[in-house]
Every structure is written in structure tokens, then in C-alpha cells.
T-cell receptor, first 116, second 113 residues
Framework: ETGVTQSPTHLIKTRGQQVTLRCSSQ?????VSWYQQALGQGPQFIFQ???????GRGNFPPRFSGLQFPNYSSELNVNALELDDSALYLC???????????????FGPGTRLLVL | AQSVSQHNHHVILSEAASLELGCNYS??????LFWYVQYPGQHLQLLLK????DPLVKGIKGFEAEFIKSKFSFNLRKPSVQWSDTAEYFC???????????WGAGTKLIIKP
């Protein structure tokens, strides 16, 4: 069973640029959630995708957008990057078919984004 | 709004000491409760979880947690820690109707050999 993978592992961008981060969900999982983890803090929920539709969104501006593809992989896009966007971006996958109601999320290694 | 509070940001213990990390949450409905661990250089891993049933749940590596509904708490425990338990520990909660995970700020645990 393949776990959650993310690419790239590290990225450096300058303020105002755009970035796309990618995530492949664990085999059999159709739900992907994205989180932002700033240094020294717990992860903050950005949004969740279920069957290619956005299924919930946290308190992030519209310049954070996403996609989910038919194979359940997902992208996180951030436009007009700001210095405060520097963080570790985590992707997690889950499946509502699991006996626990789909509440368990399995995480990838993250993408560390630095905005200069 | 839901929130999760972890009482200690940094904990330093000697090997063989007992561990208890506090976690309290605010939400009036039914919740799922999780502890995740992040070892140095590794990604977040599920340590244990509670959905229903026995409020004392056992996880990997000898960890356990107890859900006390009346106190809105889900404290993590281990009777005897090892140097390899050095890591950051996160408590997280989601409501049954909303799979968004709400996280505590994390507790950095350092075990002195």
C-alpha cells in the first residue's frame, strides 16, 4: 500500500509569484485535505476535497485554491504569494468508507515553502 | 468555534519517567479525537485515536490516552518513556459531521538518555 506522497519537498519563491503543490493520496482514499503548518504551530486547515469537489474550507483567502483529479490526487495553488505564506504545507488523505466514518487522516511528508 | 489546547509546549524528561501530556478541546457535539506524533525529520504519524466505545484507547509504542467527556479532555500517557520518544506530539479533534481537523499547538518532548 502506497502512502501519501507530496511534491516538491522544498520550494523557494518570491513575493507575488504563484505556486502549485501536488499530493497523491493513499491507495483507496478519495478524500484529500490540505493544511498549513507555520513554524512552531499546529497545522491549520485550508480545505478538503471529496470526489473532485471542495468539501469544506478553513479561514484562508481565495488566493488559496485547489483541485482534485479523477485519480484522487490533488493540487494546492497559491497566487500572489506573501511572506507569511512561508510554511510547511501538508496533505492528508482519508476514506469515508473506513469503519471510523472516515475521520482518520494519513499525512504526507509535506512541502516546505519559503517566500522571499 | 472549535479549539484545542495543549497545556505544555515543551517537556523534558529522563528515560523511564512517566509521561502525561494534556489536551483539552472545546466543542459541544460528538467528536473524534486523535494524537499524532512527528519524530525529527519525519512526517506526522497517527499515534492513537478515539471514535467511540472504551474511553481508554491504546496506541502504538506503548502510548495510551483517556477520553473524559465531562472534562473535554484527551490526555496522552506513557508509563515509561524512552529516548526514542523524543518528538513533537499533536492533539487534534474533528466533529463527526465535519472532517476538518482542529489542532493543538503541539508539545515538544525531549527525553534525556
Amino acid at each position: 500500500e502506497t502512502g501519501v506522497t507530496q511534491s516538491p519537498t522544498h520550494l523557494i519563491k518570491t513575493r507575488g509569484q504563484q505556486v502549485t503543490l501536488r499530493c497523491s493520496s493513499q491507495s483507496g482514499h478519495n478524500t484529500v485535505s490540505w493544511y498549513q503548518q507555520a513554524l512552531g504551530q499546529g497545522p491549520q486547515f485550508i480545505f478538503q476535497y471529496y470526489r473532485e469537489e471542495e468539501n469544506g474550507r478553513g479561514n484562508f483567502p481565495p488566493r488559496f485554491s485547489g483541485l482534485q483529479f479523477p485519480n484522487y490526487s490533488s493540487e494546492l495553488n497559491v497566487n500572489a504569494l506573501e511572506l507569511d505564506d512561508s510554511a510547511l504545507y501538508l496533505c492528508a488523505s482519508s476514506s469515508p468508507l473506513a469503519g471510523d466514518g472516515g475521520g482518520t487522516q494519513y499525512f504526507g511528508p509535506g512541502t516546505r515553502l519559503l517566500v522571499l | 468555534a472549535q479549539s484545542v489546547s495543549q497545556h505544555n509546549h515543551h517537556v523534558i524528561l529522563s528515560e523511564a519517567a512517566s509521561l502525561e501530556l494534556g489536551c483539552n478541546y472545546s466543542y459541544g457535539g460528538t467528536v473524534n479525537l486523535f494524537w499524532y506524533v512527528q519524530y525529527p525529520g519525519q512526517h506526522l504519524q497517527l499515534l492513537l485515536k478515539y471514535f467511540s466505545g472504551d474511553p481508554l484507547v491504546k496506541g502504538i509504542k506503548g502510548f495510551e490516552a483517556e477520553f473524559i467527556k465531562s472534562k473535554f479532555s484527551f490526555n496522552l500517557r506513557k508509563p515509561s518513556v524512552q529516548w526514542s520518544d523524543t518528538a513533537e506530539y499533536f492533539c487534534a479533534v474533528n466533529a463527526r459531521s465535519n472532517y476538518q481537523l482542529i489542532w493543538g499547538a503541539g508539545t515538544k518532548l525531549i527525553i534525556k538518555p
